[in-house]
Structure formats: C-alpha cells, structure tokens
C-alpha cells in the first residue's frame, strides 16, 4: 500500500491531467485551511531525505510570528498570513463579512471589480511573499496555484500575485491556476492506483 500527502496527490494530478503536463520543474502551493506545497524536479516528485519537501507553512516570513513549535498545527509562518484563519480576519479588518475563506476572496474580488482592490491585494502581496522564498532556491518553470483560496481569487488575484512576485524574486516562474476538474487529490490518487494496476497487470517476472 501506498501513502501520499494530499498536497503531492493534487501535483501528480496536475502533471499528468492538468496544466502540468509536460513540465519537468514545477511547484503547486495549495492554500486552503493551511498552506503547503508539492515540489517536482525533473518530472518527479520531490519528497525530500524525510518526506517533509513541501511542509512551507511554517516557513518564517515577514510579517508573520517566528513558530518555535512547529508541531502546531496550522500555526505560524505562511499559515499565519494565508491559511483560511488569516483571510478571513484579513476580510474582517475590511468590512467583509463572510463565513469562510473562500467566501471571503469572492467578494474580495467583487470588491477589487468595483474598484477597491485593497483586500485582494494584500492577500496577493502574502502569497507572493512567501512563493518568492519557495521560487528563489527551486527556480520552477511553473508555479501552480491550488486550494479553495487561490481558485476563488481566480485570474484577478493570479494576475496580482504574478506582479507581486515579479518584484520579490529574481526567477520568473510562469504563475497558472489549477486546470484539474472537481477534486485534484482524488485526481492524483487514481492516478496512482491506475500506475500501480497497470505495472502489476503487465509486469513480466
């Protein structure tokens, strides 16, 4: 049996169903309740010495509280400025009400519509920070953008978070939203399974 993080299910999902697809160095940040990452280098998932590759919502930040315990869950670093929690009291702070993350992004980007992209922008300028650290020691071809948060900001906030990384790291990844339809981790679990049928189906011995 194999075990796989849902964060690296969605990537394999993404390489071989979604926007992915023929890209050998990519990463996929996924923002939902927490924040984690997927990396993959040469065309193959990177799981790093322990399995921990990919575990950025810890990451020390600007701006955020420096975690000494990171057996928190959800608490500190990247989390504290993009997990679900902190968009929320960002909105807040805003005069937007809402009662989830997701939520709380859609009317952001309402909001940035109408001509008051305050919001929108300063969750931009959090995830670009913390893409910026992730991008300048892997260098990707492509940054991908996952999770409840980021698909509800959609183009308007990819295109703000593209220009707000522009200006914080020196590779230029291309920047894209996830293409995979319904659940990517799901996606990247059959995908797994349909490999591991397949080698055992027509592995000679």
């Given at each position: 049996?194999?075990?796989?993080?849902?964060?690296?299910?969605?990537?394999?999902a993404?390489?071989?169903?979604?926007?992915a697809?023929?890209?050998q160095d990519?990463?996929?940040?996924?923002?939902?309740?927490?924040?984690?990452?997927?990396?993959?280098?040469?065309?193959?998932?990177?799981?790093?010495?322990?399995?921990?590759?990919?575990?950025?919502?810890?990451?020390?930040?600007?701006?955020?509280?420096?975690?000494?315990?990171?057996?928190?869950?959800?608490?500190g670093?990247?989390?504290?400025?993009?997990?679900a929690?902190?968009?929320?009291?960002?909105?807040?702070?805003?005069?937007?009400?809402?009662?989830?993350?997701?939520?709380?992004?859609?009317?952001?980007?309402?909001?940035a519509?109408?001509?008051?992209?305050?919001?929108?922008?300063?969750?931009?300028?959090?995830?670009?920070?913390?893409?910026?650290?992730?991008?300048?020691?892997?260098?990707?071809?492509?940054?991908?953008?996952?999770?409840?948060?980021?698909?509800?900001?959609?183009?308007?906030?990819?295109?703000?978070?593209?220009?707000?990384?522009?200006?914080?790291?020196?590779?230029?990844?291309?920047?894209?939203?996830?293409?995979?339809?319904?659940?990517?981790?799901?996606?990247?679990?059959?995908?797994?399974?349909?490999?591991?049928?397949?080698?055992?189906?027509?592995?000679?011995?």
């Open positions: 049996m194999a075990v796989e993080n849902d964060v690296n299910l969605a990537a394999i993404e390489q071989r169903l979604g926007a697809q023929g890209v990519f990463v996929l940040l996924w923002v939902e309740d927490g924040v984690g990452a997927a990396v993959v280098l040469a065309g193959r998932l990177h799981r790093g010495h322990t399995g921990g590759a990919g575990e950025v919502g810890y990451m020390p930040l600007p701006g955020a509280p420096l975690l000494r315990n990171v057996r928190r869950e959800n608490s670093g990247f989390q504290q400025l993009a997990g929690p902190a968009v929320l009291a960002l909105a807040r702070e805003h005069g937007i009400s809402a009662r989830t993350a997701p939520e709380a992004v859609t009317a952001a980007v309402t909001a519509e109408g001509g008051d992209a305050t919001v929108l922008t300063a969750l931009a300028r959090r995830l670009a920070t913390g893409l910026a650290a992730i991008v300048a020691v892997v260098d990707p071809e492509l940054v991908l953008l996952s999770g409840d948060i980021p698909l509800s900001g959609g183009e308007a906030l990819r295109a703000l978070v593209q220009e707000e990384l522009t200006g914080l790291a020196v590779p230029r990844p291309r920047l894209a939203l996830s293409t995979v339809q319904g659940s990517p981790v799901v996606a990247g679990a059959l995908q797994i399974a349909l490999t591991t049928a397949r080698e055992s189906v027509f592995t000679t011995y």
